[in-house]
């Protein structure tokens, strides 16, 4: 939604998002949301894929164990990864 320059708080809310902070909108005295910068925006998106990437390799190693623990070869879960990438 473009922003008019005749747009006071607006205005001011994207010069105090485009210097770095947080702008906490709240309603009947609550938090609502939070207004960030592009630059903060990308780089919360950056940490919670790096974050999902982390955990998605713990989840991988811990299935290779159990396999590996119920006598089956660990190469089962990279196959199954394989297949699941090749949809």
Known sequence: ???HSNDT???ELLEQT????L???TKDGQL???VLSRKAYDELLLALSAD???ELADIIEQS???VAQAGLDRSVV???IAAVRAR
């Open 18 to 21: 485009a210097e770095g902070d």
């Open 78 to 80: 990279d196959e199954a």
């Open 52 to 54: 999902a990437r982390h």
């Open 1 to 3: 939604m473009p922003v």
């Open 32 to 34: 609502a949301a939070v």
């Open 9 to 11: 708080a607006l205005s």
């Open 64 to 66: 290779r164990r159990d």
């Open 23 to 25: 702008v906490h909108l």
